[in-house]
Structures are given as structure tokens and as C-alpha cells.
T-cell receptor, first 112, second 115 residues
Framework: QKEVEQNSGPLSVPEGAIASLNCTYSDRGSQSFFWYRQYSGKSPELIMFIYSNGDKEDGRFTAQLNKASQYVSLLIRDSQPSDSATYLCAVNPSGTGNQFYFGTGTSLTVIP | DTGVSQDPRHKITKRGQNVTFRCDPISEHNRLYWYRQTLGQGPEFLTYFQNEAQLEKSRLLSDRFSAERPKGSFSTLEIQRTEQGDSAMYLC?????????????FGPGTRLTVL
């Protein structure tokens, strides 16, 4: 079983819509959760992190964490064509010190 | 530009050759990570340094891979006797643990092609 699982997509949404990206993780003791955006040929760029159950909002982005369900999601409101990228979920599982496990990423395309 | 630099940006080599990559982290960051990423996959953890000490290493990391951070600043990743399966993007990230902030800043990566 992979540590972090994401639907690889591709996910297509029209411009202005809400894009919903999902991630599940296997280690129930995981404490830190991250969403990275990666444009083709570029390195990952952190857009959100969340530690506590519930929602965390930053501009058009909202991260949602449900530790009981071992589920973390990213909502992108008012999606823009510039949001088209691969979104990577990363988890810092318990007992691994400073290792971070990444999912395979979800490819998002925002259609103008 | 995150402030993390990597050199070279691209490397083409023949199977069996040795290659070395360099990473210069953000200057005040004491933690440095190496990852490998292949097409369609997320970054895969290779190893981690705190200052000059290599504290963690992936169990999947072949003995052909070695990394150093001799003075706690820049780091090098060497791959000996390269194989075609080593072709990937090699990413370096640095991090400063301050006030619980966990953010890693990634460099632009070194793309390795083994012919």
C-alpha cells in the first residue's frame, strides 16, 4: 500500500469553477500535510500546508483535513487557466523523522 | 526562484559512467533533502541532512548513490556506474525549522539522462 494516494486524473474544470483535489494517506499518526503545485518541467512549489483537522483557507485555495478518515483535500475556487498544473499531496508520517512522502499527483486542466 | 540552486540543470551520460550533482540551499537553512522524480510520479525521498550529518537515507537507495554535505552548506549527490533506470529529475530541497514552519523549498532540479 502506498503511503499517499491521489487520483492521477486528468481533471478538467471550466474557468471560474471549483476544482476539488483529493488525497488519502495510510499512516494514521501523520501530523503534517502539504499541497504542492508543479508546472510541467518545473520543480514543486508549496501552496498550502495544514496540521489540524478542519479547513484552512488562503486566497482561492482551501485545504481540508479529516484525520479520522485519513483524507486531505484541496479546493481551488474561481479556477484560472494559470492553475493548470499537477498538484502533489505530501505527508510527513509519524515515526519517519523528516521524511516526506508524495503522492503521484493529480493533473488539473482549467479550460478557458 | 526559491533561492535553492542546483547544478547542472541537465546531464546526459552513458551507462556505466559516474555523475555528480550539486545543490546550494538557502543559506540559513540547516536541513537539506534529495529527491528523485520520474515522469508521472511524485518526488521520491532519497536522503536528508541536518547540517553536515546525513540523518536519514531511503531503504530503496542503491549503494551506487552517495551524498555528502561536508560543511553543512552545499551538498553533492553522486551516482556511480549509472544505469538507464537512473534517468530522472533529481530535486534538492532545503528547509529551516523555525516556529514549527515545515516548508521545504525546492531547487530547479537536475535532469539526468542515461543513454
Amino acid at each position: 500500500q502506498k503511503e499517499v494516494e491521489q487520483n492521477s486524473g486528468p481533471l478538467s474544470v471550466p474557468e471560474g469553477a471549483i476544482a476539488s483535489l483529493n488525497c488519502t494517506y495510510s499512516d494514521r499518526g501523520s501530523q503534517s500535510f502539504f499541497w504542492y503545485r508543479q508546472y510541467s518541467g518545473k520543480s514543486p512549489e508549496l501552496i498550502m500546508f495544514i496540521y489540524s483537522n478542519g479547513d484552512k483557507e488562503d486566497g482561492r485555495f482551501t485545504a481540508q483535513l479529516n484525520k479520522a478518515s485519513q483524507y486531505v483535500s484541496l479546493l481551488i475556487r474561481d479556477s484560472q487557466p494559470s492553475d493548470s498544473a499537477t498538484y502533489l499531496c505530501a505527508v510527513n508520517p509519524s515515526g519517519t523523522g523528516n521524511q516526506f512522502y508524495f503522492g503521484t499527483g493529480t493533473s488539473l486542466t482549467v479550460i478557458p | 526562484d526559491t533561492g535553492v540552486s542546483q547544478d547542472p540543470r541537465h546531464k546526459i551520460t552513458k551507462r556505466g559512467q559516474n555523475v555528480t550533482f550539486r545543490c546550494d540551499p538557502i543559506s540559513e537553512h540547516n536541513r537539506l533533502y534529495w529527491y528523485r522524480q520520474t515522469l508521472g510520479q511524485g518526488p521520491e525521498f532519497l536522503t536528508y541532512f541536518q547540517n553536515e550529518a546525513q540523518l536519514e537515507k531511503s531503504r530503496l537507495l542503491s549503494d551506487r548513490f552517495s551524498a555528502e554535505r561536508p560543511k553543512g552548506s552545499f551538498s553533492t549527490l553522486e551516482i556511480q556506474r549509472t544505469e538507464q533506470g537512473d534517468s530522472a529529475m533529481y530535486l534538492c530541497a532545503s528547509r529551516k525549522l523555525a516556529g514549527g514552519l515545515n516548508e521545504q523549498f525546492f531547487g530547479p532540479g537536475t535532469r539526468l539522462t542515461v543513454l
